[in-house]
Structures are given as structure tokens and as C-alpha cells.
């Protein structure tokens, strides 16, 4: 895995931004693929229709191919009958989930909601509003019972959920576990795939579990202070197997989104390739960070002063700045089902 030797002490207040409420998006546009596309490198506009044209025969785009999970479960409290929401962030591997649970203030171990055909018992916690629960379906499997009781949830930026909760889905998903979407692949369509593949550009896909702690704003003054949260991932033999020829190839490997170049590089064997892997990563990609696998990376414009917007620096260098300046004078749709940008790696 490549390091962070050169890192240095940097604040917060760098990665942050003015952005207007104005140009936070509140409903993904249609269709996909009529999303604005940012070319970073020259700050030229075009629409992400377009990205099999300004890629090159031979490159690899990698995808997060993970599905949100119906996580946000609104119950009641089975000893007074009050509302409880409860988010259910990870599971533990023990039967216990890790959740953010609503309102925090009257809950405590022991306390037991019901929501559906679920029983969900709070063994821990909470601290912070994290608590550890314990998820009891009634002998139906669990995810069956999350899906049936949960809805998607939804960044709190975003006032109203879609018409077709699908929007919050990226058209290949597949792996239930994420609390949120790999938004940057909220944009492909079918059609762009099939013309990705026709320019002879491959596409691969890996698996990383997001959290919500991916999109809050960095609450330390130092950059190095804030604690990197913990997400699973999980590259197969397939994805190692095509960056490995596209480097053969002289092809670039373009992530499509900040949690795919996180997986990439958290499996990274120092010479542009990665290996086979299936884990739980907390690396934090800041500037300094010598990027070994990652060559293009495409993603959408994210909450100031986020760890996000950070990865963007570490990989752009201070460029990141005048591409988001360049985007918010020109109009572009910002955060979740916002547009999006491409840039190369910063030499």
C-alpha cells in the first residue's frame, strides 16, 4: 500500500468553500446522463453523455457497485410507544449492527423499538448517538426485514426523496450494504455503458460499503486530527485482473467517484496494480498521498471541508479550487444528485 511520507500539517479551513443553498441540488435530473461533466484539466463544459468521448480506447472505468440499503427505519419504543428513527449503518459480523439512533437523549441499553416485523434492542450505547442493536426479524432473514421496515436514506441537504426511490441507485448495483450512494455513478445509463464498450474502454467494478461519515464536514482544525472512519471493501480477482491489463495496455484507470480510488488505493501494491482484497479500510487520502493506481478520477462537487473534498486536493493539488470556482459561476448542480467533474492526477 502506498504511504502518506509526505505529508505535511495542514488546516481545515483550506478545503473549504462558499456554497450558496442555491446550488445544492435537490432532484437528480433527467435522464441520467444529461448531468453536467466538468473537464477539470481545461475547465471545458460538456455533459456526462459524453464521457466515452473524451476517454480513450483502452482505458479502464472502475464503478462501486454497491446498493443502498433501505436503512433508515422509522419504529416506536415498546415501553412508552414513542417515535424512534433509527439508521443502520454497518454490521458488526455478531448479529449487532453499528446505528445512529433518533432521539439519542431517551434511549439507553435495554430499550427495545418495533418497527415492522423487526425488534431492534439497543445492547449498547448510545455515545454520540451511535449505539450497537440487535436486529431480531421473527426467523424472517434480516435484510428481508430491513427492506420491508427501512427506507433509503437520504443526505439531510436533500429536502424531499425522488418519485422513484431507483434514482438513488446507480443502474448496476447490486451489493446491499451502503448507507449512502457512490453519487458520482448516480450519472451512467445503460447507454452509456454499452458506448463506453463500443470505444473499447472495459469497465470494472469493486465493492465499498459507505457510511454516512463519508459526507460530514471535518470538525478538527488539523487536517491529520480528524479520525478517518471505517468502511468495508472488497476487490475480486476480475478488477485486479483488468487494471493489471490496462496497464499492459497503456491504458488509464479512471475511478468514478472518491469510493472507488479510497478501495484502489487501499489495495495498491506500489507498482499500478492492486491486489485481490476484501477488508475494512480507514485510509485517508490526504495531499501528500503518493496516488499509485488512480490515474483520472471522476466525481461529483462535494460539502465543504468534507474528508471528500480533501481526497479531490490530494489528487488535483490546488487546481481542485479553480475547477469548483469555475462550476459554481457557471451554474453547476452541487453534492449528491449534483453534476459532476473529471480530472487526471496532478503530477
Known sequence: MPGNDERTSVQTSEFTYDLPEASIAQHPIEPRDAARLLLADTLEDRVFADLPDVLAPGDLVVVNRTRVRRARILGKKAETGGRVEILLLAPFGDGTWEALVRPARRLRAGSVVEAGG?????????????????????????????????????????????SDPERYQTVYATTVGSAAAPTA???????????????????????????????????????EDH?????????????????????????????????????????????????????????????????????????????????????????????????????????????????????SRAP
Open 118 to 162: 423487526l425488534r431492534i434492542e439497543l445492547v449498547a450505547g448510545p455515545i454520540d448517538g451511535v449505539a450497537r442493536v440487535a436486529l431480531d426479524a421473527g426467523g424472517a432473514r434480516v435484510e428481508d426485514a430491513i427492506h420491508g421496515a427501512g427506507t433509503v436514506p437520504l443526505p439531510p441537504y436533500i429536502h424531499a426523496a425522488p
Open 185 to 223: 455513478g448516480l450519472h451512467f445509463t445503460e447507454q452509456v455503458l454499452g458506448r463506453l464498450g463500443e470505444r473499447g474502454i472495459d469497465v470494472a467494478a469493486v465493492d465499498l460499503q459507505i457510511g454516512v461519515d463519508t459526507f460530514r464536514p471535518i470538525s478538527t482544525e488539523r487536517v
Open 227 to 343: 479520525r478517518m472512519h471505517t468502511e468495508a471493501f472488497s476487490i475480486g480477482e476480475e478488477a485486479a485482473a483488468a487494471v493489471e491489463a490496462a496497464r499492459r495496455r497503456g491504458g488509464r484507470v479512471v475511478a468514478i467517484g472518491t469510493t472507488v480510488v479510497r478501495s484502489l488505493e487501499s489495495a495498491a501494491t506500489g507498482d499500478g496494480l492492486v491486489t485481490p482484497a476484501s477488508g475494512a479500510t480507514d485510509l485517508f487520502i490526504t495531499p501528500g498521498h503518493r496516488f499509485t493506481v488512480v490515474d483520472v478520477l471522476v466525481t461529483n462537487f462535494h460539502v465543504p471541508g468534507s474528508s471528500l473534498v480533501v481526497l479531490v486536493a490530494a489528487f488535483m493539488g490546488d487546481r481542485w479550487k479553480e475547477a469548483y470556482r469555475a462550476a459554481l459561476q457557471r451554474g453547476y448542480r452541487f453534492l449528491s444528485f449534483g453534476d459532476a467533474m473529471m480530472a
